[in-house]
């Protein structure tokens, strides 16, 4: 079974290509078809065909069938043109399972017009597809039939873990609506030493203003802009305990399943985050902190009850997800 991800992400940037490497390692044919305002085609991790995203999509998917020459699973998400073009490719990819990769709630963010388009153009892909996924459990009370394919990381712990240091801290992960600033002023007012990766998710402005009034007020927080996944064993080697300032009760976060999540814990990192429904959902890992005035318990927490030791990272590799979507696909087709 090979694997070609459609994605409106390029292929340095789309986590998807963990999965990707992770097929590669067990024979499979993996083909990346960034598909937005042009067609970028990228094959064993190299860059194989650029073209305009208009009218080339037949050249494009030819070519894609000659590469994978096998059942293939087709992979891809939701997102302006991606569904039209992802249509386009069932009329010419043969032998092919097409799956709905649902790894958020396409309401997110979307309001008014946006919010009806982006529900019109979910219900036409769902009509498409043989199959979908969805990264979040909670998905599946609004897509029956789907199935489960929880998240991973590409990330392993250290041999030797270092002595817990709750003084300094990590986020990492986009900075958008979803990131609770009251929480995150509480903790650092702790007097914590924090270091944040990542970038401001749409350049908007009240969330870059809320991010410069952190740094401003607190000399102790430092932003270093936007990371590679692939330099993430590096950043994280440096810490011992990883934070998730995400919002609680927010629709934002109802259905988010971060990456963040596994990174942290595949490395061996002790994890704080408030209760929103994920966190819950793993909170036998993680450290659950609602109230930043109680941070002091929390680290008593950290370093007599560490709970990352009790992660099995080798239930939330690329590889063992590989194989339970190859699973998936031979299910439906049986």
Known sequence: MNLIVISNKKYPTDFRKYLMAAAELQSAVAIHIYAWEEFVV???????????????????YE????????????????????SKLAISAKRY???CHFIYDIYDHFQYGAHGVDYWRWRWNDLRWRYHVDSSIVLSADLMQLYPGAYHLNNASHLTPPIQKAPIDPERIV??????????????????????????YGQVHLAKAHIEANLASLLHNNPQVKFYGRYDNNDLPE???????????????SPLTHYVNPDKLYHFLNCGLEVVAPGFP?????????????????WNNCVQGLCNSPKAGEWRHQ??????????LVEIVRLETA
């Not at 000659?66 to 087709?74: C, D, R, T």
């Not at 440096?238 to 919002?247: E, K, L, M, N, R």
């Not at 994920?278 to 109680?294: D, G, I, T, V």
């Not at 239930?315 to 339970?324: A, K, P, S």
């Open 278 to 294: 994920q966190a819950l959902r793993l909170s036998r890992y993680l450290h659950l902190l609602n109230n930043p005035q109680e």
């Open 93 to 95: 990819l043969s032998n």
């Open 42 to 60: 990228t094959f064993q991790g190299h860059e194989i065909c650029r073209l305009p995203g208009a009218g080339n999509e037949k050249v494009v």
């Open 63 to 82: 070519m894609v069938r000659k590469l994978s020459n096998g059942p293939s699973i087709v992979l891809t998400g939701l997102g302006g043109r991606l």
């Open 235 to 249: 950043i994280l080697s440096q810490y011992t305990v990883g934070i998730i300032p995400y919002a609680v009760n």
């Open 315 to 324: 239930d939330y590799t690329w590889e063992r997800r590989w194989q339970e």
């Open 171 to 196: 986020y990492l992960g986009s900075i958008d609506e979803r990131v609770d600033w009251e929480w995150l002023k509480g903790v650092v007012a702790n007097g914590i030493h924090l270091d944040i």
